[in-house]
T-cell receptor, first 116, second 115 residues
C-alpha cells in the first residue's frame, strides 16, 4: 500500500517562528501536494511539485514556500508563522505514469498546526 | 477553471437509511472523478473513482456514476451504518496538461448516522 507520512500529527508554534512540515512517500510518486483544510472551506492547494526541485504555486501560496530536494520528500515552510495559518495541513502524492495517474492522490494523516 | 460543487451538510440519517450526496463539476477537459472520505482525526482516503463518462465507481456499498450530460457524480449508498459517519469530499483531477494529477475538491459534506 502507498504510504504518505507526515512528520507530526500536532504542532504548536509561536507567531513569527519559521515552521517546517515534512512529508515522505514510499511509492516513488512523481507528484506531491500540500493542501490546507479549514472548516467550511474544504481543501485548498498551497503548492505542488511534479519532480525533484520543481514547484508550482497552488491557489493560496502566500506566506508559504516548499522544498523538494529528493523525490520522496516534500517540505512545506511557513517563513514567519501567523495565527491565520492555524489549520490542518495535508500532504498527498500521486503517480503520473499511464493508468496509474487515474488512481488519484494518496494522503497523509494530516498535521494540525496551531499558531499562538 | 475546474471546480466542484457538492451539497452542503451536515447530513443526519438513521441507520439503514438511503444516502445521496450530490456533486456537480465544471471542467474544461475530460476529468477523472473521485469521492474521498475523512474519518475523525485522519487524512483523506480514496473511496471510489470513475475515469470516463458512464463509468460507475463502487466500494464498501457506496456507488457513484460519472454523468457527463449533467456533469454530476452523486454518491449513493442504499443502507448506511453508524461507521459511515465521516466527511465526504467530491473531487476531480485533470488527466493531462500542466496540472496533471492536481485534485480540485468540493467543500465536503459531514455525514452523521445515528443507531
Amino acid at each position: 500500500d502507498v504510504k504518505v507520512t507526515q512528520s507530526s500529527r500536532y504542532l504548536v508554534k509561536r507567531t513569527g517562528e519559521k515552521v517546517f512540515l515534512e512529508c515522505v512517500q514510499d511509492m516513488d510518486h512523481e507528484n506531491m501536494f500540500w493542501y490546507r483544510q479549514d472548516p467550511g472551506l474544504g481543501l485548498r492547494l498551497i503548492y505542488f511539485s511534479y519532480d525533484v526541485k520543481m514547484k508550482e504555486k497552488g491557489d493560496i501560496p502566500e506566506g508559504y514556500s516548499v522544498s523538494r530536494e529528493k523525490k520522496e520528500r516534500f517540505s512545506l515552510i511557513l517563513e514567519s508563522a501567523s495565527t491565520n495559518q492555524t489549520s490542518m495541513y495535508l500532504c498527498a502524492s500521486s503517480s503520473q505514469t499511464g493508468t496509474a495517474g487515474y488512481l488519484g492522490a494518496f494522503f497523509g494523516q494530516g498535521t494540525r498546526l496551531t499558531v499562538v | 477553471g475546474d471546480s466542484v460543487t457538492q451539497m452542503e451538510g451536515p447530513v443526519t440519517l438513521s441507520e439503514e437509511a438511503f444516502l445521496t450526496i450530490n456533486c456537480t463539476y465544471t471542467a474544461t477537459g475530460y476529468p477523472s472523478l473521485f469521492w474521498y472520505v475523512q474519518y475523525p482525526g485522519e487524512g483523506l482516503q480514496l473511496l471510489l473513482k470513475a475515469t470516463k463518462a458512464d463509468d460507475k465507481g463502487s466500494n464498501k456499498g457506496f456507488e457513484a456514476t460519472y454523468r457527463k450530460e449533467t456533469t454530476s457524480f452523486h454518491l449513493e449508498k442504499g443502507s448506511v451504518q453508524v461507521s459511515d459517519s465521516a466527511v465526504y469530499f467530491c473531487a476531480l483531477s485533470d488527466q493531462w496538461g500542466s496540472t496533471l494529477g492536481r485534485l480540485y475538491f468540493g467543500r465536503g459534506t459531514q455525514l452523521t448516522v445515528w443507531p
